[in-house]
């Protein structure tokens, strides 16, 4: 029993590994989450413990850069590369259509940014921020007096910021 429980993680571990390389793009905890919940590969609490030992083993790298992204290292690489024939073909291939239907919108995801913190009771920074190939195009920090304004500028950034930052471009070049 011990000795399948040991494969079975070995098989998980790898299986996060394959997610990210063929992502091929830092991703977020949640965004990783989602993919394994919805391609029903591993449950919630099982996916974070091998993210951590991934991190821990340090196979998987935090992007500095973006925070809260995480991306498979070359250790990762070279050991999934090693490693690959043991994730089953059926596996990889449930893995690689989901992330073709889905890569689309993961990426929109990852390149379109806002951050919500709370400075004091009447005081709220927005962060927000579009990447292109991991480098900024544009930053913005707002200071506002409410929750609210924050929050509705943060949800309408993440559903209008390709066309914003258009128009603020337009705006600073007449």
Not at 86 to 97: E, N, T, Y
Not at 160 to 167: E, F, M, Q, T
């Amino acid at each position: 029993m011990f000795e399948n429980s040991s494969k079975d993680s070995a098989l998980n571990k790898l299986l996060i590994l394959y997610i990210f390389k063929h992502m091929d793009v830092p991703v977020s905890n949640s965004q990783l989450t989602q993919m394994v919940m919805e391609i029903d590969l591993l449950n919630y609490f099982v996916f974070q413990q091998f993210m951590n030992e991934l991190i821990e083993s340090d196979l998987i790298d935090s992007d500095d850069f973006k925070s809260g992204y995480y991306k498979i290292n070359k250790k990762g690489v070279e050991t999934l590369n090693y490693f690959i024939s043991r994730i089953p073909l059926d596996i990889r291939k449930k893995i690689d259509s989901y992330i073709i239907d889905n890569k689309e919108n993961i990426l929109k995801e990852t390149q379109i940014k806002s951050n919500l913190k709370k400075k004091s009771a009447n005081e709220f920074i927005v962060e927000l921020s579009v990447l292109e190939n991991e480098s900024s195009l544009i930053d913005i920090n707002l200071n506002l007096p409410s929750n609210k304004q924050a929050q509705l500028i943060c949800d309408n950034w993440k559903k209008n910021a390709h066309s914003l930052y258009g128009d603020i471009i337009k705006l600073l070049i007449q």
